[in-house]
């Protein structure tokens, strides 16, 4: 493929064009195991500079990767097919913050935890909270349909969405969606770019619905002996109607690394149940918190704690923020990899789920966690291993394969959060069957040159290991 440097020098200036390989090396991986080299990273500041480079890429049909911050775990920014990386992060702007409105406009290349820090000034957050918020863009956050702990009450980012500017693959730009919190007019566009993985086009700028700053907020914790005391805890709390702003699982895996890189001393358990509730009202907070209690002690819990304390607050929950990083301290030479790892399954089913990931982990010689945003059904888990091992790899492949298979019989999904990009491509080829072919006409419509993002969701490549080098050493 060549690709005219100086044409695209010429449209974003000198500076935001690279393609020396130190550089290149920088954009060929995210946070999954899969690294592949792009052409050439491209930084544009403009709406118009984006079309411009669009345009060029439709005409020579050369594949454009739009990228935020990197931190997708499935190899969705990881440029398959080479090409151009489009660098969204110079498009940083918040445009306007209209309280009244409850809406706030921005540019994609905004941090989510920046754009809260503007948004706490008038009394005001943007609901998805994902752990990686402190790096995270808006743009990103759009491009995979990212939630968070707070998903639980707020949902994901798909229903933080009002509407979006977007430039086309032929470098049209398009204005989809509204300002409003309903919207009845026609096919629901710019909830189809949500969770798109920057196939359909670019975003340029995006409407989000923004909410009030609760008065009020606590926070309880339970241990439980059996994963099924915990998982029938989780369920029950959902069904009985109170609304929880948290509901987090950690499984003892994730309770030992935890313990392992930070000291915290949680206790040896099967599981810890972290709830949180938050609202105007502290009677009406207070009210919910005791009913998760009385819920926790019906199902066995433990050593129930509850507290409005700030500082008691950040203490409870700091193992589960800081939880990913801290696996690689699980056991000696084992490290984490973001393999098979946000599943979400019928709230019934979490405690099987977890129960059958640990036994597959087990046949396959790897170690797998379980932990997460379980109050949405959401099931994070990692594979621990030996990643310079072959063999290893090998076995988190079949691991990967039968989790996924045991997910769908339970009527659940391969990505609750963090999108398919090609890690999960087959399971979410096997999972959405019905649906494939419309997915394929609706890119074909869209992007008939098939240069967004291209061999990503329903075009991925079947092994996901074989589809790229590693970004690990693997040497036996
Ligand atoms: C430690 C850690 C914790 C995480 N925790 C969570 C969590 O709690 N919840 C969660 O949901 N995710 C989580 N993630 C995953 C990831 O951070 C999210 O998916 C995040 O939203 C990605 O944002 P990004 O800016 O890094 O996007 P990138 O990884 O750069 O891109 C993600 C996708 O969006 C597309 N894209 C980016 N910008 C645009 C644009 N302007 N227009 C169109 N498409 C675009 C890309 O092409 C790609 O397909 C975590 C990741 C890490 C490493």
Known sequence: MKIDIPKLKQI?????????????????SDASVHSKLPDVVVRPSSTKEVQEVVRYANKNKIPVVARGAGSGMSGQTVPLSGGIILDMKKMDKIIDI?????????????INDELNRVLKSYGFFFPPTPSSGRICT????????????RSVKYGATRDAVLGMKVVLANGDLVTLGSNTKVDSSGYQLARLIVGSEGTLGIVVE????????PKYRAMGVANFA????????????????????????????????????????????????????????KEAVDYEINQIKEISKSNHGTGIKVTDDPDEMVRIYNGRKKLFPSLSKYAEGLYTTALADDMAVPMSKIADTVQKIHEIAKKNNVVMSAYGHCGAGLIHTKILMDTTKKAQW????????????????????TSGEHGIGFSKGQS???????????????????????????????????DWLTATPLRYQVSA
């Open 428 to 462: 979410f080829k096997e999972e959405k069957q019905d649906s494939l072919a419309m997915m394929k006409a609706i890119k074909k419509a869209l992007d008939p040159n098939n240069i967004l993002n291209p061999n990503k969701l329903m075009d991925s490549p079947d």
């Open 98 to 110: 209209r309280s009244q409105d409850l809406l706030c406009k921005v540019q994609p290349g905004v």
């Open 138 to 149: 808006i743009g990103g956050m759009i491009g995979t349909n990212a939630s968070g702990n």
């Open 394 to 413: 090998q076995g988190a492949k079949r691991a990967v394969k039968e989790v996924y298979e045991y997910v769908q019989s339970m009527g659940g999904t």
């Open 226 to 281: 059996t994963l099924r005391d915990a998982g029938n805890m989780i369920s029950e709390t959902i069904a009985s109607g109170v609304t929880p702003s948290m509901l987090e699982l950690m499984d003892n895996v994730a309770i030992t690394a935890v313990n392992n890189a930070q000291n915290l001393g949680l206790p040896d358990v099967a599981a810890i149940v972290i709830f949180e509730c938050n609202g105007m009202v």
């Open 12 to 28: 974003v200036g000198e500076g935001n064009v690279r393609d020396n390989i130190a550089d290149l090396y920088v954009y060929a």
């Open 206 to 213: 995006a409407t989000l619905r923004i909410s009030p700053v």
